[in-house]
C-alpha cells in the first residue's frame, strides 16, 4: 500500500532501505545487483548519529509508533 492505495503492477515504485537489507542480510533478498539499484553512499549509523548532533536533546515522545507502517 502507498497512501492507502494497493501498488499498481506497471507502475515503478522507489523505496529506501539501508545496505544490510540490500545485500541480503537476514535472508532477504539481495538487490544491490539489480541494474536499478542506487547506493547513496549514506551510511545508517553515520546518518543517525548527524541526526542525533543535530537534534539534542531528543525528545523520545516524538518518536512514538503511529501506525503507518503495517505488514
Given amino acids: 500500500?502507498?497512501?492507502?492505495?494497493?501498488?499498481?503492477a506497471g507502475k515503478t515504485y522507489r523505496i529506501a532501505m539501508n545496505n544490510y537489507t540490500a545485500s541480503g542480510g537476514d535472508g532477504y533478498p539481495k538487490i544491490v545487483d539489480h541494474p536499478n539499484y542506487v547506493n547513496s553512499g549514506?551510511?545508517?549509523?553515520?546518518?543517525?548519529?548527524e541526526y542525533i548532533q543535530n537534534n539534542y536533546p531528543l525528545d523520545?515522545?516524538?518518536?512514538?509508533?503511529?501506525?503507518?507502517v503495517k505488514r
Fill in 60 to 68: 523520545g515522545a516524538k518518536f512514538a509508533p503511529t501506525g503507518a
Fill in 1 to 8: 500500500m502507498v497512501n492507502g492505495k494497493a501498488l499498481e
Fill in 42 to 49: 549514506y551510511v545508517d549509523a553515520d546518518v543517525l548519529v
